[in-house]
T-cell receptor, first 116, second 114 residues
């Protein structure tokens, strides 16, 4: 069965620290997609990144970077030099579905608190 | 801004009443999804439309729940005879076709059952 595990429930850091959010997934599909979303206190889920199962290149976008490793079924997210505005709940998600990869399966989320 | 719009933002109702939520997707998105999120959890998939066709329904969607997308544009989610356990945030998302297309979410409708 498809499943996404985010073992870290809450993380607290001081501004400018680097922080890594872990995500482990399970799927029997050979083709799948992985996503990260941010949910700030306002509540709206904001799309951050998408990765397909055939592309294991790491990606960097500003202070954000993602490490995808199929061998360990992990898709970890690192924020470098964290800022207070990074405080939010972060969700990792797996896209699966017959014939079109429709629904997202979310992890339980990691709440990140960045203190000044 | 032409993001996903959901109404109402909050709904408080008594147990046993019927409620209906509306979602207006991004205009060029033909796929529309409903999710439910309870406190401290990630969103859980409820149902999915491609244009006006409802293509998948979760087992979470009991007989009291019904969703429609009559003209392939906006969608409604109705809950009949609400129960305490229905209290949650109901999220709508839309996307372009294709498995790798990200889903864009609305602000959600928070349902509270008294």
């Amino acid at each position: 069965a498809q499943k996404v595990t985010q073992a870290q429930t809450e993380i607290s850091v001081v501004e400018k620290e680097d922080v890594t959010l872990d995500c482990v997934y399970e799927t029997r599909d050979t083709t799948y997609y992985l996503f990260w979303y941010k949910q700030p206190p306002s509540g709206e889920l904001v799309f951050l990144i998408r990765r397909n199962s055939f592309d294991e290149q790491n990606e960097i976008s500003g202070r954000y970077s993602w490490n995808f490793q199929k061998s360990t079924s992990s898709f970890n997210f690192t924020i470098t030099a964290s800022q207070v505005v990074d405080s939010a709940v972060y969700f990792c998600a797996l896209s699966e579905g017959v014939g079109g990869y429709n629904k997202l399966i979310f992890g339980a989320g990691t709440r990140l608190a960045v203190h000044p | 801004d032409t993001g996903v719009s959901q109404n109402p933002r909050h709904k408080i109702t008594k147990r046993g009443q019927n409620v209906t939520f509306r979602c207006d997707p991004i205009s060029e998105h033909n796929r529309l999804y409903w999710y439910r999120q309870t406190l401290g959890q990630g969103p859980e998939f409820l149902t999915y439309f491609q244009n006006e066709a409802q293509l998948e329904k979760s087992r979470l969607l009991s007989d009291r729940f019904s969703a429609e997308r009559p003209k392939g544009s906006f969608s409604t989610l109705e809950i009949q005879r609400t129960e305490q356990g229905d209290s949650a945030m109901y999220l709508c998302a839309s996307s372009l076709p294709g498995g790798n297309q990200p889903q864009h979410f609305g602000d959600g409708t928070r349902l509270s059952i008294l």
